[in-house]
Nanobody
Framework: QVQLVESGGGSVQPGSSLRLSCAAS????????IGWVRQAPGKVLEWVST????????SYADSVKGRFTISRDNAKNTLYLQMNSLKPEDTAVYYC??????????????????WGRGTQVTVSS
């Protein structure tokens, strides 16, 4: 079955960097759009970023654009999220998500079919 396992979260100071990883298994990783969704304490889910399966086109939420970079290594079945210039408002549980079809709107959280269990990122001084 499909499994998405996140890692790389932690507690850092504002301005720091972290790289999240998502190890995928149980499906042909290279064929599907995959991305990240986060949930801050007491807030609703927020789409962060997605990378498509075709030419690796990427999209980002305005709140992270210019600071976060999404990438995928199809040979390793792994998704990454490089997070730079972290802010306290980036504090959240970050979920790896995958869709089993082409997404017309990558920010539509309800269109993602598979979810990991999440990794905590805390940004605090």
């Amino acid at each position: 079955q499909v499994q998405l396992v996140e890692s790389g979260g932690g507690s850092v100071q504002p301005g720091s960097s972290l790289r999240l990883s998502c190890a995928a298994s149980g499906f042909t990783f290279s064929l599907y759009p995959i991305g990240w969704v986060r949930q801050a304490p007491g807030k609703v889910l927020e789409w962060v970023s997605t990378i498509n399966s075709d030419y690796g086109t990427t999209s980002y939420a305005d709140s992270v654009k210019g600071r976060f970079t999404i990438s995928r290594d199809n040979a390793k079945n792994t998704l990454y999220l490089q997070m730079n210039s972290l802010k306290p408002e980036d504090t959240a549980v970050y979920y790896c998500v995958c869709a089993d079809e082409i997404l017309h709107d990558p920010s539509a959280i309800s269109d993602y079919d598979y979810w990991g269990r999440g990794t905590q990122v805390t940004v605090s001084s």
